[in-house]
């Protein structure tokens, strides 16, 4: 939007623009955690409004919102290897930030602390609690449609279940980040 020279959005009007940026600035302020329940409260609304009248069409806002929301979380519904892969990450980042909370002296934040946390605890829960419920009431508001993600979440749930923790060696020895900090503490 801000690079002219590429133009997408030259030959807008004014308000054509700015219905366009509140669109996008919406879709990205789905991936935001904290309405992650607003979100499926609106799937169970559409849902028991499709039940009265399966005609109805959902906003398509509101479709964006949940489609941009539904691939920031589609780790979870990848093939096992690729969704534990992500799970990594996803902890990485949360102990990253912990790590950085206790250099501070500050308090660490919930799920954040990797000596009190483990990976699979946090996964699973990520599944249970978030994604799964997602996932299972996009399902219900369009039957049919998820089968195979749906499926695909079931067998990660239950790769999780199996394992003591998702890669013992990053858990063992950390994070880059807290190598960093660790070796910075030294100096």
């Keep these: ?5 590429v133009g997408i959005l030259e030959g807008l009007s ?13 879709m990205i302020l789905a991936t935001d955690m904290t309405r992650h329940f607003e979100y499926i409260n609106h799937l169970k ?22 489609m941009v929301k539904c691939a920031d979380v589609s780790h979870v519904v990848k093939p096992v290897e690729v969704a534990r892969r992500w799970a990594l990450r996803v902890t990485d980042e949360l102990f990253d930030q912990g790590d950085a909370e206790r250099c501070m002296g500050m308090e660490v934040s919930p799920n954040c602390d990797r000596f009190a946390t483990s990976r699979v605890a946090l996964a699973t829960a990520f599944i249970d609690y978030l994604a799964g419920p997602l996932f299972t009431n996009l399902a219900a508001a369009f039957p049919g449609a998820l089968e195979a993600p749906l499926l695909q979440l079931a067998a990660n749930r239950a790769s999780y279940a199996l394992c003591t923790d998702l890669d013992p ?11 960093h900090l660790d070796a910075d503490a030294l100096m």
């Design 1 to 5: 939007m801000c690079d002219r020279d």
């Design 14 to 26: 004014s308000t054509q623009y700015y219905q366009f940026r509140s669109s996008v600035s919406k």
């Design 169 to 179: 060696e990053r858990a063992r020895e950390g994070s880059l980040l807290r190598q």
């Design 45 to 66: 609304e559409f849902s028991a409004r499709r039940d009265e009248d399966p005609a109805v069409e959902m906003d398509k806002q509101l479709a964006m919102e949940l």
